[in-house]
């Protein structure tokens, strides 16, 4: 397990110098990609004790996660699924709210669009490094409650293109049934 820190003075100014070094130093070893996921964030960011948001709640967090993501986009190929870390991460990027029984509830159509972005950014990055990454994707979109069949991937760039403008309705059908 890799923890990667992130410090108050770093969200403020959207440095996110040392989770790219942390991030690239895994890339640099060989089979980076095949290796379990296994990257966390430890947030120090102080708030009032009266403060009742958790920290994807807060702006500054979330737009520094933003950022994080825009710059490396693979990121929920390297983190740590069974902790949770997946979840956390997806609360930064997909508005949402805290059930006290359920935990994270996010927003169902904006967690479809990021569930899918996220499959044709990553499914095309993993191409680009000469891997093979179906089966991890699925895994993710599993993760978040998502069932993607194995027919998605062997469609045409063309097709693809044109599944990603279609409705909620349609999209549902792509992913497969939501659990």
Known sequence: MTTIPL????IHCLDTTLAKQTIA?????????N???????????????TDPRELSEIPEVRLWFVRLDAQVPYLPLLLDWKSGELGRYVAMLVPHQFHPTEGIQYNP??????VMHRVF??????ASQG??????????????GYELEDAFFDRSPRAVVGSAIATSGELQGELGNRR
């Open 109 to 114: 159509e904006a967690l479809e669009i990021w």
């Open 35 to 49: 290796r379990s996921p296994d990257f966390d964030f430890a947030i120090d960011y102080p708030r009032e004790a």
């Open 7 to 10: 410090a108050v003075d770093a």
């Open 131 to 144: 891997m093979e990454g179906r089966g991890r994707i699925k895994a993710m979109t599993q993760m978040l």
């Open 25 to 33: 130093s895994c890339q640099s070893t060989s089979g980076w990609a």
């Open 121 to 126: 950014t990553l499914h095309d990055w993993l």
